[in-house]
């Protein structure tokens, strides 16, 4: 039994996509004939089951969309006792507000990743130079 647990893992799917909806990606994994546990969420899906099946679900999920469906493991199934709400008497859970806002720069990296695949050239910084002693004695007198 123990054996087995070993080979169970939990994933977080969220999507931030303007062509793929929350609920497009969890209906393909909902659609998925695989031995899985579903949970939705504020910030997206959790899918729990054998590594396996969970990381075929999820790899089929982020191919809808692979620059703005992000994927991130979970350290404990749905209902853990040491993360569920209910059980600890209600509130945030530990953690929900660093989710929240690395759901916010979501947009961005998914945004930047577009940019990166269509080798858009990254804009080079203007090289800082270094003043010169003549420009350096003229900004003084002027100031005098």
């Not at 993360?83 to 720069?105: H, Q």
């Not at 080798?119 to 270094?130: G, I, N």
Request: proline share 5%.
């Amino acid at each position: 039994m123990a054996q087995e647990n070993k080979d169970i893992i939990t994933k977080l799917v969220v999507t931030s996509s303007d062509s793929v909806l929350p609920i497009d990606a969890a209906m393909r994994i909902y659609e998925s004939s695989t031995e899985i546990v579903i949970k939705e969420t504020c910030f997206g899906t959790m899918v729990t089951g054998p590594s396996d099946a969970v990381d075929k679900v999820v790899n089929e999920v982020v191919s809808l969309d692979k620059n703005h469906i992000f994927v991130k493991e979970r350290g404990f199934p749905p209902g853990d006792d040491r993360r569920c709400r209910a059980s600890r008497g209600g509130g945030s859970r530990p953690g929900f507000y660093f989710l929240k806002e690395e759901a916010m720069m979501l947009p961005i990296i998914g945004k930047a990743l577009d940019e990166y695949e269509r080798d858009t050239p990254l804009r080079k910084r203007e090289e800082k130079k270094k003043l010169e002693i003549k420009d350096i004695q003229d900004i003084i007198e002027s100031s005098l």
